[in-house]
């Protein structure tokens, strides 16, 4: 299982990928539900909303921290 954490106050995502494989991203204001997987979304230099990871909801498990 992949565990997703996601931190609302400090705007940031750590996905632990159970294989010892971590990432941790920052300036990331929301993750998005879309059909069958969640969706990251980091803001960029301008302050637009990119996509920068899709992870299947059926192999994630998210934690929501504020």
Same mark, same amino acid.
């Given at each position: 299982?992949?565990? /997703?954490?996601?931190? +609302?106050?400090?705007?940031?995502?750590?996905?632990?990928?159970?294989? =010892?494989?971590? $990432? %941790?991203? /920052?300036?990331?204001? +929301?993750?998005?539900?879309?059909?069958?997987?969640?969706?990251?979304? =980091?803001?960029? $230099? %301008?302050?637009?909303?990119?996509?920068?990871?899709?992870?299947?909801?059926?192999?994630?498990?998210?934690?929501?921290?504020?």
């Amino acid at each position: 299982m992949i565990k /997703l954490t996601f931190n +609302t106050t400090d705007k940031t995502a750590f996905v632990d990928f159970g294989n =010892q494989t971590t $990432d %941790n991203y /920052l300036n990331v204001p +929301t993750v998005q539900v879309r059909e069958g997987y969640y969706e990251l979304m =980091q803001k960029d $230099d %301008n302050g637009k909303s990119l996509p920068i990871l899709r992870l299947p909801i059926n192999q994630t498990i998210m934690f929501i921290e504020n």
